[in-house]
């Protein structure tokens, strides 16, 4: 079983609606929880950070954690096309420092 | 610049060569993580360092790879003999180093093998 996983994709949503990324992971020692976003040829970019169990909003990113079922999301309220990337799901885990493991990334299409 | 330096960008070298990749991390962060990403793909942890130690190398090759954070200077990944299938970009990170603590990227190094 992968450590970090997440639907490959791609997931496309018309503009204003909402965009619903999902990710599992395996490590139940895992720690923090991070979403990152990468566009085409750039590097990724940390959008969200939650670290127990419930929800997190910034702006129109809600992150979800639910630690009992080792799942993370994120919401993107009002999509824009703009938000057109790779989301890619992170989680650190304790191996005597703090390692981050990424899964695949999911590619999300907001269509105008 | 207080960001993540990575370089060079663009790395092209022939099958058998040696290729250094080079990574400063943000001021003020003792922590630095190498990654490998494919096209289409996620990122790979390949290994992380803290000032002179090697915290976890869980993700190496074990042959050909190497990665090296001085007192002095930057990280350094190093490949030797490359081949066709470590045509890749290859990500720096670095944190202060908590559990808490974001990643914060730099630009990469698109490493090409002819």
């Known amino acids: 079983q992968k450590e970090v996983e997440q639907n490959s994709g791609p997931l496309s949503v018309p503009e204003g609606a909402i965009a619903s990324l999902n990710c599992t992971y395996s490590?139940?020692?895992?720690?923090?929880f991070f979403w990152y976003r990468q566009y085409s040829g750039k590097s990724p970019e940390l959008i969200m950070s939650?670290?127990?169990?419930g929800d997190k909003e910034d702006g129109r990113f809600t992150a979800q954690l639910n630690k009992a079922s080792q799942y993370v999301s994120l919401l993107i309220r009002d999509s824009q096309p703009s938000d057109s990337a790779t989301y890619l799901c992170?989680?650190?885990?304790?191996?005597?420092?703090?390692?981050?493991?990424f899964g695949a990334g999911t590619r999300l299409f907001v269509k105008a | 610049n207080a960001g993540v330096m990575q370089n060079p960008r663009h790395l092209v070298r022939r099958r058998g060569q040696e290729a250094r990749l080079r990574c400063s991390p943000m001021?003020?962060?003792?922590?630095v993580y190498w990654y490998r990403q494919l096209p289409e793909e996620g990122l790979k942890f390949m290994v992380y360092?803290?000032?002179?130690?090697?915290?976890?190398e869980s993700g190496m090759p074990k042959e050909r790879f190497s990665a090296e954070f001085p007192k002095e200077g930057p990280s350094i990944l190093r490949i030797q003999q490359v081949v066709r299938g470590d045509s890749a970009a290859y990500f720096c990170?670095?944190?202060?180093?908590?559990?808490?603590?974001?990643?914060?990227f730099g630009s990469g190094t698109q490493l090409s093998v002819l």
């Open positions: 490590d139940r020692g895992s720690q923090s």
């Open positions: 360092l803290q000032k002179e130690n090697i915290i976890d």
């Open positions: 939650i670290y127990s169990n």
């Open positions: 992170a989680v650190t885990l304790n191996t005597g420092g703090f390692k981050t493991i």
């Open positions: 001021k003020g962060h003792s922590h």
């Open positions: 990170a670095s944190s202060q180093g908590s559990t808490n603590e974001k990643l914060f």
